[in-house]
C-alpha cells in the first residue's frame, strides 16, 4: 500500500465539497483569543466584509452582511429578507440546493413557484424569461450557480440577463462557486448573492454571508421571519457600532482574513479558478483511463465537485471503496443524485495536482484490491 496522504497538518485530504482542505496558516490564524467588541477584531471583522465585496467586484454597489452559522443560515436570510411577504419566488431547480430553496420557502411562508430540470441538465434561461412574462406576480427569481449535488456549472450570466430584461429581482445560492468561478457584480446584475468561508476561499467553517445591493438592502425593513436572520438589522448594527448583534465566530472570521489573504495571494478569482480548473482536469482525465464515466460532459462540469457513475461490477462496494480510500488518506463523497446511481470527488480546497495524481493512485490500487475490472456505468434498476 502506498504511504498514507496527509495535509500540512497531518489530516486526510478532504476530496469533499467543503468543509476542504485548509492551509495551515489559516487554521494556525485560530490559536487565539479576541474580544468580539474589541477594535481589533473589529477591525478584522471589517476588512473582511470589504475584501469579499471586492472579490465580487461589488464594492461600490453592494455591501457583505455576515450570518453566524452554515451556507443555509445565509440563504434563509437571503430569501428571508429579500422577498417580501407577499412577493414570490421562481426557483430554478436542478439539484438539492434549488429544492432546499423550496423547502426554506415552505417553511417562512413565501410564495414560490420552481422550473424544474433534470440533474444533468442547466436551467433554460429562455423558459425563465417565459415563466416571468406569464406570470407577473413573481416579483425574485432564485438560482444556484454551481449546484453541488451534481457539480454542474448554471448559466448564471444568462439567466442574471433574463431575470433583469424582465424587471424582476435575483438572488444567488454562488456557495460552492463563489471565489473560484468568476461572477462579477458589474457584470451579472443581482440582488443578492449567498456564500460561506468554508468553500473556495478556504477558510474554516462558521460563517455564511450575503453580498446584497445597497439600494435593495434598505427596502427590506418589515420582510424577515427571524430577528437573527434580518440582513438589514445585521447590517445596520455593524454600520452603527462596527459590532455584531450576537456572538460571532470570531475565529472563524480571523482565520478567514488569512485565508482571503492567501486568495489574493494565489491571483483571486482567476488564479483560484485555475489551480481548481487543474485539478479537475487531472482527475477526470486519470478517472477516465480508469473507465469510469462522468455525469456530466465536460462543457457542463464545474470545476469543484465531479460525478462519476457507479462502476457496474459486482465487485465494487461502495462502503469497502470509501474506507480503503479513507485508509489511504482520502476522503470522498457520497452520490446525491435522484437520476443515476453515483459517486462525486471534490478537487476544490488546499490541493494541487500532486494530491490529484496520489488520489487516482490509491483508487487503483483500491480498485485492484477489490477485483473490480468493469469501471463503466452501472445499468440503472429496472
Ligand atoms: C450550492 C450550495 N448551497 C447551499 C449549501 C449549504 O451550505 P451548508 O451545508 O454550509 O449549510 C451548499 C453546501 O454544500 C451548497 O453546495
Redo the contacts with the bound molecule.
Keep these: 500500500m502506498t504511504e498514507r496522504a496527509a495535509s500540512e497538518t497531518g489530516d486526510a485530504l478532504l476530496l469533499t ?2 468543509p476542504l482542505t485548509t492551509s495551515k496558516s489559516v487554521k494556525a490564524a485560530m490559536v487565539h483569543d479576541w474580544g468580539s467588541r474589541d477594535q481589533a477584531f473589529i477591525d478584522i471583522n471589517r476588512r473582511v466584509l470589504e475584501s469579499i465585496a471586492q472579490i465580487a467586484g461589488a464594492s461600490k454597489t453592494h455591501v457583505t452582511v455576515p450570518v453566524q ?5 445565509a ?1 434563509e436570510a437571503m430569501i428571508g429578507s429579500f422577498v417580501p411577504r407577499d412577493g414570490k419566488l421562481l426557483i430554478l431547480v436542478n439539484g438539492a ?1 434549488g429544492e ?1 430553496a423550496m423547502k426554506i420557502c415552505e417553511v417562512i411562508g413565501r410564495a414560490c413557484i420552481t422550473l424544474e430540470s433534470p440533474e444533468d441538465t442547466p436551467p433554460a434561461p429562455e423558459d425563465v424569461s417565459a415563466i416571468l412574462t406569464a406570470d407577473p406576480s413573481i416579483t425574485h427569481v432564485f438560482a ?5 449535488t451534481s457539480g454542474i456549472l448554471n448559466p448564471i450570466k444568462e439567466i442574471a440577463d433574463a431575470v433583469a430584461a424582465a424587471g424582476r429581482r435575483l438572488l444567488v ?5 463563489f471565489g473560484a468561478l468568476p461572477i462579477d457584480a458589474a457584470d451579472v446584475p443581482y440582488d443578492a448573492l ?1 456564500a ?1 468561508s ?2 473556495c476561499l478556504e477558510g474554516v ?1 462558521g460563517l ?1 454571508f450575503v453580498i446584497c445591493r445597497k439600494t435593495a438592502l434598505v427596502e427590506t425593513d418589515g420582510n424577515p421571519h427571524a430577528l437573527v436572520l434580518d440582513l438589514k438589522a445585521q447590517h445596520d448594527a455593524l454600520e452603527k457600532s462596527g459590532q455584531y448583534r450576537f456572538t460571532p465566530p470570531i475565529h472563524v472570521i480571523v482565520a478567514l482574513e488569512q485565508a482571503i489573504t492567501e486568495h489574493e495571494d494565489e491571483g483571486g478569482v482567476a488564479g483560484r479558478g485555475g489551480r481548481y480548473t487543474n485539478n479537475c482536469k487531472v482527475l477526470v482525465e486519470g478517472m477516465r483511463a480508469m473507465g469510469f464515466e462522468t455525469l456530466l460532459p465536460d462543457e457542463l462540469q464545474a470545476p469543484i465537485i465531479i460525478t462519476f457513475h457507479m462502476p457496474e461490477d459486482p465487485a465494487f462496494e461502495f462502503k469497502r471503496f470509501y474506507d480503503s480510500l479513507a485508509e489511504r488518506g482520502y476522503l470522498i463523497y457520497p452520490g446525491k443524485l435522484t437520476v443515476a446511481d453515483s459517486f462525486r470527488i471534490g478537487c476544490i480546497g488546499r490541493l494541487d495536482e500532486n494530491h490529484m495524481q496520489g488520489a487516482l493512485q490509491a483508487i487503483a490500487e483500491v480498485l485492484n484490491e477489490m477485483g473490480v475490472t468493469q469501471t463503466g456505468p452501472r445499468k440503472a434498476a429496472a
Excluded at 452559522?69 to 443560515?73: A, C, D, L, Y
Aim: hydrophobic share 25%; net charge neutral.
Design positions: 465539497p467543503g452559522g452554515s451556507g443555509t443560515f440563504v440546493y432546499r444556484v450557480h454551481c449546484e453541488t445560492d454562488s456557495m460552492s462557486a449567498a460561506s468554508n468553500k467553517p455564511g
